[in-house]
């Protein structure tokens, strides 16, 4: 589930965010509790609090006191906007330098896209 | 609050712990790594009381430690040997602890025998390392000791048990928070369940963090020679390996997304270093140095 290739808590925050964006996690919907989150992937509670604390910060999550956290109404919205501001900068733009790499043709690539239309 | 200040343990000449200084807020899981002789043992004798450091004081919640009754009873330590006349049976052993500890849960210490698959009936003296251990964890867990030392007490024990023990000490310490300092040289198997991590080698603290805050702390840098020993100019260098015109250089550095990319079109691949490779690194004898061209 977790690699070493960064802090479990922003891995935790990620794999939140995809759930959110895929929608098998719903706007208003209850998420695991710290504890439970911990018991299940075998991680120390204070690392998934603060997984969780970094979501509730950058808005994704919010808190009812006393009851839980929840997925914030607007935030499917605003993860896929800013996805999609960094799509071409993480995605696209490193395709180009692979493709450049190995020799693939621009045109080649607008080819292979068409028939994915 | 635990309070360790010049902490120092000697042994006739030889100084095993070498004025530690630590400062460990309460109800956290520790790690404590170290190598062979690093003083792990020595340091966490005297924080039981088991052993008068030859200078230093520790104080557990503002009161001395050493010798003091009240929390004597709050600490719990356990360490390979099972402190027990070996001719004691396993349950005689439970009933002491549950003697000794106001926190003692029988019902619990019940349950652990029987997964650990313990013959309550049986002799200290005629169990396995590997149970003699499991006893040890059972005394330790069961004992919810407020301060629970756990000394390398997975010794003798196979994956499978060793796997039941850290599923029991998790789901033990989030249903009862507490602190629990385990000491381990099985670093990679454990450390998911460590808040926080002390390294100490030669008697001193090398290192004392959050455990995932050392995750993404170092990276290995993978490429030609030449295109690598120019991306690592400067940077902090823990260890190198090469092979033909290609190297391979872990740093103590944690390179942004910009870096990667750019060392990524230099040809260059990057590697994680986990928290086994980074202590073997920092504690390794080689020195440190930073590299230069």
């Keep these: 589930m977790f690699d070493d290739r960064s802090p479990i808590y922003l891995q935790i925050a990620d794999g939140i965010k995809n759930d959110v964006l895929s929608g098998s996690l719903k706007e208003d919907e209850q998420v695991m509790s710290t504890n439970q989150y911990a018991a299940f992937y075998r991680i120390n509670p204070a690392t998934a609090a603060k997984g969780f604390a970094q979501l509730v910060e950058e808005g994704v999550l919010y808190k009812k006191r006393g009851i839980g956290m929840f997925v914030s109404p607007d935030a499917r919205e605003k993860l896929r906007r800013e996805r999609r501001e960094r ?26 896209l068409g028939g994915a239309r | 609050m635990i309070e360790l200040r010049g902490v120092t343990v000697r042994y006739g000449s030889t100084v095993a712990v070498d ?7 309460t109800g956290k899981i520790y790690g404590l790594l170290g190598r062979n002789g690093s003083g792990k043992t020595s340091l966490l004798s005297a924080l039981a009381s088991f052993r008068r450091p030859a200078a230093g004081t520790i104080r ?13 009873r709050q600490t719990c330590f356990i360490r390979d040997t099972l402190d027990t006349n070996e001719s004691d049976k396993v349950r005689a052993l439970l009933t002491f602890a549950g003697w000794m500890r106001p926190t003692w849960d029988a019902d ?23 149970q003699k251990s499991a006893v040890g964890i059972v005394l330790g867990l069961a004992s919810r000791a407020p301060l629970t030392i756990l000394d390398e007490t997975y010794l003798g024990m196979d994956a499978v048990a060793r796997a039941a023990f850290y599923r029991e000490l998790l789901d033990d310490y989030l249903a009862h928070p507490r602190t629990i300092i385990l000491s381990t040289h099985l670093i990679e198997e454990v450390a998911d369940l460590f808040e926080r991590v002390i390294i100490i080698d030669r008697g001193r603290v090398l290192l004392h963090e959050e ?18 020993g120019e991306f690592v100019v400067g940077r902090p260098v823990l260890g190198e390996q090469s092979l033909g015109g290609v190297s391979a250089v872990t740093l103590d550095w944690r390179p942004t ?19 086994q490779d980074l202590f073997v690194h920092l504690t390794s004898s080689a020195p440190r140095w930073e590299a230069t061209r």
């Design chain 2, 211 to 228: 455990t995932d805050e050392l995750r993404g702390r170092g990276v290995t840098v993978t490429g030609p020679a030449m295109a690598v």
């Design chain 2, 60 to 72: 557990v919640d503002g009161a001395d430690a050493f010798e003091n009754p009240a929390v004597m």
């Design chain 2, 108 to 130: 619990y210490a019940a349950k652990l025998l029987d997964l650990f698959e313990i013959d309550p009936r049986k002799r200290a003296s005629s169990l396995s390392r590997g």
């Design chain 2, 257 to 275: 997304p910009e870096e990667v990319a750019r060392g990524e079109s230099a040809g260059l691949t990057f590697g994680p270093v986990g928290l």
């Design chain 2, 19 to 25: 004025g530690i200084d630590l400062d460990l807020p």
């Design chain 1, 87 to 112: 799509f071409f900068t993480e995605v696209v733009d490193p395709m180009l330098a692979e493709a450049k790499r190995v020799g693939i043709e621009i045109d080649e690539i607008v080819r292979h």
